[in-house]
């Protein structure tokens, strides 16, 4: 059974939990509470646009320009049991990053990924709180050099929902439910982060194929990266598109501009003459906000970046 997801209301009161930092012995990792896994490193200082770590992009970015900086956190169940592990749960980000590099040149880096051990009792909401209480989240927190724009949780355990987030917390779950949708709920759970609604009934999403779309459809099997998974179940529509519906493509558009833009160098949330000129001025020195192409350094080639840019976000 597929539950439907729902946003979570900030006037829901946030039980207070203790933090309880248990040391997990997880096959050949410790995780420690709240702390880093041991072997993570985080992104390198200064970002590299345009040379995501580990490979090139599945899509041509389009203007990846946008970071959307976040916080992995992962249950003992998540890495544990249920096959999946951390290197799923990075997997799963990548495969979303990838449509939204490719759709509006935003990208999701990953800063650090932290363990925590969630109480077996809990599910929902509750479940999600523990989340963010448990690995100390907050936006704007600061961690391995970067300012931390969003929580991304994945549960092993029932969480009751595919997905939840909490929007004005910038944070967000995902119980793990299988490869051919884990993908769909995670995109639908970030596309929250930039304001786009749930698909619900009236509105003009509800019939589209779209990520955020709630109409249910009957399900028997699905076709994914050349696999065939069994699901016989009604389920959102939602869970099979990786696509936006044009409002929504809309939406994410607009919103996009309130996390960190790269080459935006006087914080007006766009790339304009003024910020050329500023870039022009870094020549030589190693700015990373003037440092468009990662390479360190900031040339001719970065300036001729923000030029390309600007031809996106003058308006
Ligand atoms: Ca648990
Ligand atoms: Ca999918
Ligand atoms: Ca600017
Ligand atoms: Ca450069
Ligand atoms: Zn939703
Ligand atoms: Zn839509």
């Known amino acids: ?32 509470g709240c702390k880093a896994l041991p072997n993570f490193r985080p992104p390198p200082i200064p970002p590299s646009p345009f040379i995501p770590p580990g490979g ?23 890495v ?5 592990g951390i290197g799923y749960a990075q997997l799963e980000v990548e495969r979303v990053k990838s449509r939204l590099e490719y759709q509006y040149g935003i990208t999701i880096e990953i800063v650090d990924i932290v363990g925590w051990n969630s109480d077996n009792s809990k599910s929902g909401s509750s479940l999600f709180y523990e989340a963010v209480e448990e690995t100390g989240f907050y936006s704007g927190m600061v961690r ?12 092993g355990q029932y969480l009751g929902y595919g997905g939840l987030c ?27 982060l930039f304001y786009a609604d749930d698909g619900v009934q009236g509105t003009s999403c509800y019939i589209l194929q779209c990520v955020m779309s709630y109409h249910t459809v009957a399900v028997e ?28 493509y809309k939406n994410i558009t607009l919103n996009k501009f309130r996390y960190t833009v790269v080459g935006d160098m006087n914080n007006d949330d766009r790339v304009s003459i003024s910020d050329i000129v500023t870039i022009a001025i870094f020549w030589g020195y190693n700015d990373p906000r003037a440092d468009l192409n990662g390479d360190y350094k900031t040339t001719i080639s970065d300036i001729v970046r923000a030029a390309l840019h600007w031809g996106e976000t003058k308006n």
């Open 80 to 84: 544990g049991d249920q096959l999946q």
């Open 221 to 248: 099997t699905v076709e994914e990266d050349e696999e065939t998974y069994n699901v016989y179940a009604e389920v959102p529509e939602g869970y099979l598109a990786n696509t936006w519906c044009a409002d929504h």
């Open 166 to 192: 909490w929007i004005e917390k910038s944070a967000l779950i995902v119980q793990y439910q299988g490869y051919w949708c884990d993908d769909n709920v995670l995109q639908h759970e970030v596309s929250h």
């Open 144 to 155: 391995n050099g970067f300012e931390i724009d969003a929580l991304i949780a994945f549960t």
């Open 56 to 78: 090139g992009h599945i899509l041509p970015p389009k203007n990846p320009f946008i970071f959307v900086y976040a916080i992995l956190a992962v249950d003992e169940e998540f």
């Open 1 to 32: 059974m597929f539950r439907r997801e729902n946003k979570v209301k900030i006037e829901m009161s946030l039980k207070k939990l203790s933090i309880i930092c248990l040391i997990l012995m997880l096959a050949t990792v410790a995780i420690v």
